[in-house]
């Protein structure tokens, strides 16, 4: 088998209110040749999908569920540039040139998504949000300001607000909060389908339900073989599979994890100024959006383990802890959950992905998109992986190769 199946989320996603996106999908018959195997049809596999079928490479995507029904239908689409790691955090362990690099690439794969995401007309409910960053136990209101010096040392723009503008502002009282910009909030389930419809309108395939159970590589390419017996040939692999990581993909640095969500019903006029994404800055954080008919999302209470049984018996108990910290943050919402649900996710030691070749193979590349940003970090992941296949390479593969230190 070349990854345990595993269930990656239960309850009801707020996604769920509408109908789920149309893709063009088909069971698979026969073997099939292509230039790119895509194993996985979420957010990764659908970006990564579209970048290499826009180059013009013959791409098939297959996943042993149906498309966009794993983690993806679970995330909540906060859209930032900024990472799990302060960047004064990042550059006191790493070094200050690294850590400017890998913002400054996110910055750049968040700017890419929304300006491809426009460009191929993708109705996803994407808009531009700005995002308050509360200062917390791990960056306090001093922690806070020297974050917004390193950040505008690296080139990002950043409002730093005391206790009073804070209070002011926004009615939240915390000692301190930095304002990023041009950040964005979407539809999770939209987006992805947008960029695999793209794909397939560029002459990529999508097959499902196939659970593709063995890869082996060769000089020439790799063949991948089915649960039924097919085999897809190919002169490349990637494995976009997300939370249930195949066998052989290195996962030193990187965990999974559990988290939790809710939204409320739609109280459009309760909504706080600008409906700026809210998140803290804490080792375990909340964080807060809106959605298109006015409904508050709110996440978090992460737990480090990823045991299913254990993860959704947990919900009720948390829905009502974020049910409560949401009214202790807004006293004049209804902080009721009328959506709840709960789902693994990754993340890793410096809050980066690992992208690029599997170490010691040539033709079988990985997307490990694990942090706080994962859609950011899988359009990055996109731009990486064509860079390799088509040979013209990227400036940025050492930062999140699986071979760096």
Same mark, same amino acid.
């Given at each position: 088998?070349?990854?345990?199946?595993?269930?990656?989320?239960?309850?009801?996603?707020?996604?769920?209110?509408?109908?789920?996106?149309?893709?063009?999908?088909?069971?698979?018959?026969?073997?099939?040749?292509?230039?790119?195997?895509?194993?996985?049809?979420?957010?990764?596999? @659908? $970006?990564? !999908?579209? =970048?290499?079928?826009? #180059? &013009?490479?013959? %791409?098939?995507?297959?996943?042993?569920? /149906?498309?966009?029904?794993?983690?993806?239908?679970?995330?909540?689409?906060?859209?930032?540039?900024?990472?799990?790691?302060?960047?004064?955090?990042?550059?006191?362990?790493?070094?200050?040139?690294?850590?400017?690099?890998?913002?400054?690439?996110?910055?750049?794969?968040?700017?890419?998504?929304?300006?491809?995401?426009?460009?191929?007309?993708?109705?996803?409910?994407?808009?531009?949000?700005?995002?308050?960053?509360?200062?917390?136990?791990?960056?306090?209101?001093?922690?806070? @300001? $020297?974050? !917004?010096? =390193?950040?505008?040392? #690296? &080139?990002?723009? %950043?409002?730093?607000?005391?206790?009073? /503008?804070?209070?002011?502002?926004?009615?939240?009282?915390?000692?301190?909060?930095?304002?990023?910009?041009?950040?964005?909030?979407?539809?999770?389930?939209?987006?992805?389908?947008?960029?695999?419809?793209?794909?397939?309108?560029?002459?990529?395939?999508?097959?499902?339900?196939?659970?593709?159970?063995?890869?082996?590589?060769?000089?020439?390419?790799?063949?991948?073989?089915?649960?039924?017996?097919?085999?897809?040939?190919?002169?490349?692999?990637?494995?976009?599979?997300?939370?249930? $990581?195949?066998?052989?993909?290195?996962?030193?640095?990187?965990?999974?994890?559990?988290?939790?969500?809710?939204?409320?019903?739609?109280?459009?006029?309760?909504?706080?100024?600008?409906?700026?994404?809210?998140?803290?800055?804490?080792?375990?954080?909340?964080?807060?959006?809106?959605?298109?008919?006015?409904?508050?999302?709110?996440?978090?209470?992460?737990?480090?383990?990823?045991?299913?049984?254990?993860?959704?018996?947990?919900?009720?108990?948390?829905?009502?802890?974020?049910?409560?910290?949401?009214?202790?943050?807004?006293?004049?919402?209804?902080?009721?959950?009328?959506?709840?649900?709960?789902?693994?996710?990754?993340?890793?030691?410096?809050?980066?992905?690992?992208?690029?070749?599997?170490?010691?193979?040539?033709?079988?590349?990985?997307?490990?998109?694990?942090?706080?940003?994962?859609?950011?970090?899988?359009?990055?992941?996109?731009?990486?992986?064509?860079?390799?296949?088509?040979?013209?390479?990227?400036?940025?593969?050492?930062?999140?190769?699986?071979?760096?230190?």
């Amino acid at each position: 088998m070349l990854s345990k199946k595993k269930d990656l989320r239960t309850g009801t996603p707020v996604w769920s209110v509408e109908r789920k996106p149309p893709i063009p999908h088909e069971p698979l018959a026969g073997d099939h040749t292509a230039d790119v195997l895509v194993i996985g049809a979420g957010i990764s596999g @659908a $970006l990564v !999908a579209e =970048a290499l079928s826009d #180059a &013009g490479l013959g %791409v098939i995507v297959v996943d042993r569920r /149906a498309p966009i029904t794993g983690s993806t239908s679970a995330s909540t689409a906060l859209l930032q540039y900024e990472i799990d790691k302060p960047l004064t955090v990042l550059s006191r362990s790493h070094g200050a040139p690294f850590a400017e690099r890998v913002w400054r690439r996110s910055r750049l794969a968040l700017d890419v998504l929304r300006v491809r995401t426009t460009h191929l007309e993708i109705d996803a409910a994407m808009h531009r949000r700005n995002a308050l960053y509360l200062a917390g136990d791990l960056l306090d209101a001093r922690g806070l @300001a $020297l974050e !917004a010096t =390193a950040r505008r040392r #690296a &080139g990002f723009e %950043v409002a730093f607000l005391g206790s009073k /503008a804070l209070r002011e502002t926004y009615g939240i009282r915390r000692s301190a909060a930095l304002l990023g910009f041009e950040d964005a909030v979407a539809d999770p389930r939209k987006l992805a389908a947008g960029y695999l419809r793209a794909a397939v309108k560029n002459g990529a395939q999508v097959f499902s339900p196939v659970d593709v159970v063995q890869v082996e590589e060769s000089a020439r390419g790799i063949v991948a073989k089915t649960s039924h017996g097919h085999a897809l040939r190919a002169k490349f692999v990637v494995y976009a599979t997300g939370y249930e $990581l195949a066998k052989g993909v290195p996962a030193k640095g990187h965990r999974i994890a559990s988290t939790w969500a809710m939204a409320t019903r739609p109280q459009p006029s309760k909504l706080w100024p600008t409906q700026c994404m809210i998140w803290e800055a804490s080792e375990t954080y909340l964080y807060l959006r809106t959605t298109d008919d006015g409904r508050i999302l709110i996440g978090g209470e992460d737990e480090d383990f990823q045991d299913d049984e254990r993860r959704d018996a947990l919900l009720p108990r948390k829905t009502k802890t974020l049910e409560r910290k949401l009214l202790a943050m807004f006293p004049e919402v209804d902080p009721t959950a009328e959506f709840s649900w709960t789902g693994n996710f990754g993340a890793s030691s410096t809050g980066t992905p690992s992208i690029g070749r599997v170490p010691r193979k040539r033709r079988t590349l990985a997307v490990l998109g694990y942090g706080g940003n994962g859609i950011t970090f899988s359009m990055l992941a996109a731009q990486i992986i064509r860079g390799i296949v088509t040979g013209v390479g990227d400036p940025d593969e050492d930062l999140f190769a699986f071979s760096r230190k």
